[in-house]
């Protein structure tokens, strides 16, 4: 397979880029996404301004595949993952894209691929295992501890084939291979719009400051800005040279020099750098010696992540005309789910200010919600009016939960997040507290002998293991719905309502109380 040279001069470059950066501010904030063919990148800019923008929000599938350790260890906490897409959504949102999670996560255990050194980084064996794992059909995210053996930055990733075409964008070979590979701490809030970069590579952009990759700017190295840069490809035994014209100040020629995008200002820094009050970065000096400042608003610029928060018009039209051509394999589902709706978000037991009785040191928390596919769960106790969580952002699958009583002689709090698979931001209904009724042993043990069969039931029941002289049906509310004062062991339950349902029995020893779910 010929390809070695190519992989060296890409790796080339992105290594000056991380030496750059090292400078300025550490890895944070580098990308490791490779450039494009500047004629094709040209070529792209064109067709993308001639096609009219579809005016309906397309909506993207996505894998997720979170990678740890051989020994399973390390994954991503899928809690965040949900935080990191809500957040791509509202990136996203003003310009019409619109991601859901489709099928399970995806978990693989491979040291190698989650720690990523500097051999296996961009190596033939990274692009086999992202070949081998991809989802069809799914823009596939690949969460990692890090890439390259410094740190590295996030990229989107292309793996490189024989017959690469490589006078056409990269990323429209072989579509279904690509993938964006992020690390871990790219996806926390400290750094929130980093995602939005690599999704924007993965839809065919580049950076602002295209050809300037690995190229440190500043009047030192450069007293007279160049009105080209040059550099070189190796493919198929073939050198391939590139000169592409600087960007100008004044925007001549824009539509030929920079990265093509003429309502993109130029911007010469391929390193982390912070923006100014304004927006905007250091002063640079163009070929004619004029003095500018690049935006530090864009996506798709280095600058810090509390600048970066758009992409302009003409990048806009290009990943719309990307996803509708090139990855319209990705658009087989454009009918949006239901919205979740915190009115549908109901906290069923302890109800809010209710009393729960602990059964050996723990209580089972239940809620409902139409159309939430998880539950973000947080727990805990009030001591002296501070809230202690227990636990917070426990991924819950079910509408139910089994917590353990930390201090059952203080308030206890509980907060429920729903998402769904379509839209990760999640809705929560307000804190809802209980307190605890502690019982004995002996209550203990006479609850655990009380049955109710069948449970869930549909129409008759029995209640055996104690013996009684009084049966209660109280609803979630509070309220008796059914009282039989002498029922033998047989009750027909057959008129109530669908829902949950307590059963009281009053024994010799006191009341007992069982749950009862109604079909």
Request: charge should be negative.
């Amino acid at each position: 397979m010929k390809r070695s040279t190519l992989f060296f001069l890409v790796y080339f470059s992105l290594f000056f880029c991380d030496i750059s950066a090292q400078d300025h501010k550490p890895d944070s904030q580098v990308c490791k996404t490779p450039s494009f063919h500047p004629s094709a990148m040209k070529s792209l800019v064109q067709k993308a301004g001639l096609q009219s923008r579809s005016p309906s929000t397309l909506y993207i599938p996505v894998t997720i595949n979170l990678v740890g350790t051989d020994q399973g260890h390390g994954f991503y906490p899928p809690s965040k993952v949900l935080d990191a897409l809500c957040q791509l959504n509202e990136d996203f949102q003003p310009y019409d894209f619109h991601f859901y999670v489709e099928g399970d996560y995806q978990y693989y255990n491979s040291s190698e691929f989650y720690e990523m050194s500097s051999n296996y980084a961009f190596s033939e064996d990274m692009d086999q295992f992202i070949i081998d794992h991809n989802t069809d059909n799914t823009l596939n995210i690949y969460i990692v501890e890090k890439t390259q053996s410094n740190g590295g930055g996030s990229f989107a990733h292309w793996p490189l084939h024989d017959t690469l075409v490589i006078e056409v964008p990269w990323a429209t070979n072989f579509p279904q291979d690509h993938a964006v590979v992020m690390r871990k701490q790219h996806l926390d809030e400290e750094v929130p719009h980093i995602f939005a970069h690599e999704v924007g590579h993965f839809f065919s952009l580049w950076h602002t400051y295209f050809a300037w990759e690995g190229l440190v700017y500043n009047t030192t190295n450069y007293p007279t800005t160049p009105e080209y840069l040059s550099f070189d490809w190796a493919w198929q035994d073939s050198l391939y040279n590139f000169q592409v014209m600087v960007e100008r100040a004044d925007g001549l020629d824009c539509e030929n020099s920079g990265d093509f995008i003429c309502d993109t200002p130029p911007d010469y820094l391929s390193f982390a750098w912070v923006c100014n009050g304004n927006m905007e970065s250091q002063i640079q000096y163009d070929p004619t010696g004029a003095e500018f400042r690049s935006d530090g608003t864009n996506f798709m610029s280095h600058s810090n992540n509390e600048c970066r928060n758009q992409f302009s018009e003409g990048q806009v039209d290009i990943m719309r005309y990307y996803a509708e051509e090139t990855r319209n394999y990705l658009l087989y589902n454009q009918i949006p789910a239901d919205s979740l709706s915190v009115e549908n978000l109901n906290l069923i037991f302890p109800s809010n200010e209710g009393v729960a009785s602990p059964i050996n040191d723990s209580i089972t928390l239940e809620w409902e919600m139409q159309g939430a596919d998880h539950y973000l769960l947080t727990y805990g106790f009030i001591n002296n009016g501070i809230y202690i969580p227990v636990k917070s952002n426990v991924f819950v699958a079910d509408n139910q939960f089994k917590i353990n009583i930390i201090n059952p002689n203080t308030e206890q709090f509980w907060i429920v997040r729903a998402v769904s698979n379509y839209y990760p931001c999640a809705v929560w209904a307000d804190t809802s507290y209980f307190h605890l009724d502690v019982v004995d042993t002996d209550e203990i043990r006479l609850t655990d002998s009380l049955k109710i069969f069948p449970n869930p039931a549909s129409g008759k029941i029995q209640i055996t293991g104690v013996a009684f002289q009084g049966v209660k049906i109280i609803n979630q509310l509070g309220q008796i719905i059914l009282y039989q004062r002498d029922p033998g062991s047989e009750i027909d339950i057959s008129g109530l309502s669908q829902g949950i349902y307590f059963i009281q029995v009053n024994t010799e020893h006191g009341l007992l109380t069982k749950k009862l779910m109604k079909t």
